[in-house]
């Protein structure tokens, strides 16, 4: 059972324009949210995060809306550039019962490609 | 800085071999690591949580004696995939945790481990 979905597993965009990924998540226990971009054969770099309590967090080109109600977050970047082209994961954070530790579920990934 | 790295960046074993990664946070102190696995244009999926000087919390479906974690240090973890078979074949990544933090995690290069 995934608890977060990236519907999306491809999506490209112009050079310039901006670009739009969506991630959605079905448990309303998650407190915070964060991006990664990632390149094959490479660990994840991270991007930005938001926690529960806000619905938006800028930096820079990307900024991430938070809809707790629809239980959905986006990745917005603008101006898109050929550099971004990645492969991005969305994760959500949640605090393991046992061990009381806080860990990440990562969504399935949407591949980026920017067109020059 | 937060740098996490890991040792070997690849590695091919035989069947019914075992291998040791290992997992450094190199300018800061873990105390709690993680590891992951992913398949081809799947996700990360975690594996096991550890805190430093405590045994490791696997997810569910995760043979743990299979998959060996020791945490013996603040900077060191290690991952031993034991009598490995090529459906152990997957890129593994592992993460890092600095001391009074909640939420962040510090990625590492990850390994590729490849079963013949």
């Known amino acids: 059972d995934q608890q977060v979905k990236q519907n999306s597993p491809s999506l490209s965009v112009q050079e310039g324009r901006i670009s739009i990924l969506n991630c959605d998540y079905t448990n309303s226990m998650f407190d915070y949210f964060l991006w990664y971009k990632k390149y094959p054969a490479e660990g994840p770099t991270f991007l930005i995060s938001i926690s529960s309590i806000k619905d938006k967090n800028e930096d820079g080109r990307f900024t991430v809306f938070l809809n707790k109600s629809a239980k959905h977050l986006s990745l917005h970047i603008v101006p898109s550039q050929p550099g971004d082209s990645a492969v991005y994961f969305c994760a959500a954070s949640e605090r393991d019962r046992y061990s009381g530790t806080y860990k990440y579920i990562f969504g399935t990934g949407t591949r980026l490609k920017v067109l020059a | 800085g937060a740098v996490v790295s890991q040792h070997p960046s690849r590695v091919i074993c035989k069947s019914g071999t075992s291998v040791k990664i290992e997992c450094r946070s190199l300018?800061?102190?873990?105390?709690?690591m993680f590891w992951y696995r992913q398949f081809p244009k799947q996700s990360l999926m975690l594996m096991a949580t550890s805190n430093e000087g405590s045994k490791a919390t696997y997810e569910q479906g995760v043979e743990k004696d299979k998959f060996l974690i020791n945490h013996a240090s603040l900077t060191l973890s290690t991952l031993t995939v034991t009598s490995a078979h090529p459906e152990d074949s997957s890129f593994y990544i592992c993460?890092?945790?600095?001391?009074?933090?909640?939420?962040?995690?510090?990625f590492g290069p990850g390994t590729r481990l490849t079963v013949t």
């Open positions: 300018d800061f102190q873990a105390t709690t």
């Open positions: 993460s890092a945790r600095r001391r009074n933090e909640v939420y962040e995690q510090y």
